[in-house]
């Protein structure tokens, strides 16, 4: 029986994953048992590929191959100005997908308070050394409108507050508790083009 445990053992790591629960965890993997050379073979060859060769970059958050360095921020060829900072990957992934907006990115890794995050477990220390060393001239925070979004958006304000950069928010079209993954293009658009600038130091 144990390739009864096996399978037991595989739908309880599938039903872990995000909005899926033992039933949908199920029908998974039957479909993988039915179609095993199409799926079961690739799968796995790829997810070994992405455990030895995929991790966050210590420097800005995003996803970065081991082999060849960060795109986001390592990348000679790209050379912007401002750094957007959101709370995770998925935010990255959804402000990309809109088109809106050519620039750095920098991902926290979540949010004060949240998930017992403290304020050491984010990357915002990153963060000022990377405003100070690229010589960025903007921060988006691009944090989502809940409280613990807003308290680590109010952080990091003044974490950057004896720098020289201009600090922007999100426009206020973003709905209360909303989070930015789940905002589609129309909405994240409107944000951007109409976002509010909320300290500078350059003076």
């Known amino acids: 029986m144990q390739n009864i445990n096996e399978i037991e053992e595989l739908i309880k790591l599938i039903s872990k994953l995000p909005g899926l629960g033992p039933k949908s965890a199920k029908r998974i993997v039957l479909r993988l048992i039915n179609d095993r050379d199409q799926l079961i073979k690739p799968l796995a060859n790829v997810l070994a590929q992405i455990y030895k060769n995929v991790s966050r970059c210590k420097n800005c958050g995003s996803l970065k191959s081991n082999l060849v360095g960060c795109d986001n921020c390592e990348n000679p060829k790209k050379k912007f100005?401002?750094?957007?900072?959101?709370?995770?990957?998925?935010?990255?992934?959804?402000?990309?997908?809109?088109?809106?907006?050519?620039?750095?990115?920098?991902?926290?890794?979540?949010?004060?308070?949240?998930?017992?995050?403290?304020?050491?477990?984010?990357?915002?220390?990153?963060?000022?050394?990377?405003?100070?060393?690229?010589?960025?001239?903007?921060?988006?925070?691009?944090?989502?409108?809940?409280?613990?979004?807003?308290?680590?958006?109010?952080?990091?304000?003044?974490?950057?507050?004896?720098?020289?950069?201009?600090?922007?928010k999100l426009a206020q079209g973003l709905p209360v508790g909303g989070e930015i993954e789940n905002l589609d293009d129309g909405t994240l658009i409107s944000a951007f083009k109409n976002r509010s600038k909320l300290i500078s130091n350059s003076s």
């Not at 807003?150 to 600090?167: C, D, G, P, W």
């Open 81 to 168: 100005d401002k750094i957007c900072v959101v709370e995770d990957i998925a935010d990255q992934w959804s402000i990309e997908n809109s088109n809106i907006y050519q620039g750095y990115f920098h991902i926290l890794g979540g949010t004060i308070s949240s998930a017992g995050n403290r304020k050491g477990d984010l990357l915002i220390d990153s963060l000022v050394d990377r405003v100070k060393r690229d010589k960025i001239e903007e921060v988006i925070l691009a944090t989502s409108a809940t409280i613990e979004g807003q308290t680590t958006a109010y952080y990091i304000q003044e974490s950057l507050k004896n720098s020289k950069v201009k600090i922007t």
